[in-house]
């Protein structure tokens, strides 16, 4: 019993984490950034299956964070203010080729990030570009003038 | 030139306009997150040892042990008898909290005997000599099902004579 207990606290702890730390951090695969998932992981399975080797644990716990994810997964789909606060919102970093320098500042990043984001999507010049949206999912989208 | 892109509405997704108070929101959230550690480093989730020293006329007991742990981890409780008088059958109770659902793993040196005295793990040392003193060591694992809070009082007899006793509870995070 107690196995599904403690994945269900970790799963919202681990909610709580994403939302928390910032959506730039667990979307981004710096080394920085790998690092921690790495930790997070390792650190999440000792707690979630501790000395627990058997498949009936392993089926649990599984079982556990996969319904939990569905749940989720639905009620954010049927209460859209609760997807809110789950995934979160666009924010536009760029408009009309100027940076929005508040909302950079409030997901700590700096034009540098961005321009970095933009050149891995083909982008050589931030000129060209007319919007920039920090999507609810940690990427970013760019969206070029015409 | 590109139009607004579609669902972006420039007042809430630009201007954040109501959305202020999220970001406190979530630094006031953050701030948790350190709180947590410095808890942890001020031992509040174990399971750093303690020691408790109590002391009558016949003889004195120090107790070197977390009072705090979390499941499954490894610890050690220590208990130095001083014998400021002769004891001659010196026996150290614990409380059942010391091992409702602990493992334990070794108790060196091995006592002369074990019993249960009402319930209680009764430790039977043998005799010790006035000035003479005697170091327990007793090696547990909480186990990883264990949680809650316990009784795990100490006592220390010279037969069925009590001399002194340490009251403790042990903590068991999850």
């Given at each position: 019993?107690?196995?599904?207990?403690?994945?269900?606290?970790?799963?919202?702890?681990?909610?709580?984490?994403?939302?928390?730390?910032?959506?730039?951090?667990?979307?981004?695969?710096?080394?920085?950034?790998?690092?921690?998932?790495?930790?997070?992981?390792?650190?999440?399975?000792?707690?979630l299956t501790q000395d627990d080797y058997?498949?009936?644990?392993?089926?649990?716990?599984?079982?556990?964070?996969?319904?939990?994810?569905?749940?989720?997964?639905?009620?954010?789909?049927?209460?859209?203010?609760?997807?809110r606060v789950l995934e979160g919102e666009?924010?536009?970093?760029?408009?009309?080729?100027?940076?929005?320098?508040?909302?950079?500042?409030?997901?700590?990043?700096?034009?540098?990030?961005?321009?970095?984001?933009?050149?891995?999507?083909?982008?050589?010049?931030?000129?060209?570009?007319?919007?920039?949206?920090?999507?609810?999912?940690?990427?970013?989208?760019?969206?070029?003038?015409? | 030139?590109?139009?607004?892109?579609?669902?972006?509405?420039?007042?809430?997704?630009?201007?954040?306009?109501?959305?202020?108070?999220?970001?406190?929101?979530?630094?006031?959230?953050?701030?948790?997150?350190?709180?947590?550690?410095?808890?942890?480093?001020?031992?509040?989730?174990?399971?750093?040892?303690?020691?408790?020293?109590?002391?009558?006329?016949?003889?004195?007991?120090?107790?070197?042990?977390?009072?705090?742990?979390?499941?499954?981890?490894?610890?050690?409780?220590?208990?130095?008898?001083?014998?400021?008088?002769?004891?001659?059958?010196?026996?150290?109770?614990?409380?059942?909290?010391?091992?409702?659902?602990?493992?334990?793993?070794?108790?060196?040196?091995?006592?002369?005997?074990?019993?249960?005295?009402?319930?209680?793990?009764?430790?039977?040392?043998?005799?010790?000599?006035?000035?003479?003193?005697?170091?327990?060591?007793?090696?547990?694992?909480?186990?990883?099902?264990?949680?809650?809070?316990?009784?795990?009082?100490?006592?220390?007899?010279?037969?069925?004579?009590?001399?002194?006793?340490?009251?403790r509870t042990i903590t068991i995070f999850?």
């Amino acid at each position: 019993m107690d196995i599904v207990l403690r994945a269900i606290v970790l799963y919202v702890f681990v909610i709580f984490i994403m939302r928390v730390i910032g959506r730039r951090e667990l979307s981004s695969m710096t080394p920085f950034d790998l690092v921690l998932l790495i930790i997070l992981g390792d650190a999440i399975q000792q707690g979630l299956t501790q000395d627990d080797y058997s498949v009936t644990g392993a089926i649990l716990a599984i079982g556990t964070i996969a319904t939990l994810q569905v749940l989720t997964s639905y009620l954010s789909f049927r209460f859209p203010p609760l997807r809110r606060v789950l995934e979160g919102e666009p924010i536009v970093l760029v408009d009309h080729g100027k940076f929005v320098h508040r909302n950079l500042r409030r997901d700590r990043m700096t034009e540098d990030d961005i321009a970095e984001e933009a050149r891995q999507q083909q982008i050589a010049s931030l000129d060209k570009v007319q919007w920039a949206i920090l999507e609810a999912n940690g990427s970013i989208s760019f969206i070029k003038s015409e | 030139m590109a139009d607004i892109p579609d669902r972006i509405v420039l007042r809430r997704h630009r201007d954040l306009e109501g959305r202020g108070w999220q970001i406190w929101l979530r630094r006031g959230l953050f701030a948790l997150l350190p709180v947590l550690a410095i808890l942890g480093l001020l031992n509040v989730f174990g399971q750093r040892p303690e020691s408790t020293t109590k002391s009558v006329d016949a003889a004195s007991l120090k107790l070197y042990a977390p009072s705090r742990v979390r499941s499954g981890v490894l610890y050690q409780a220590r208990f130095h008898i001083a014998a400021h008088q002769d004891l001659r059958q010196a026996t150290l109770v614990l409380d059942p909290g010391w091992l409702e659902s602990m493992t334990l793993n070794t108790i060196e040196p091995a006592p002369v005997g074990e019993a249960s005295d009402n319930g209680r793990l009764s430790l039977d040392l043998g005799h010790i000599p006035a000035g003479g003193s005697y170091l327990l060591f007793l090696e547990f694992q909480t186990n990883p099902t264990n949680l809650g809070h316990r009784s795990a009082d100490v006592s220390l007899k010279d037969g069925n004579r009590m001399l002194l006793q340490i009251n403790r509870t042990i903590t068991i995070f999850p």
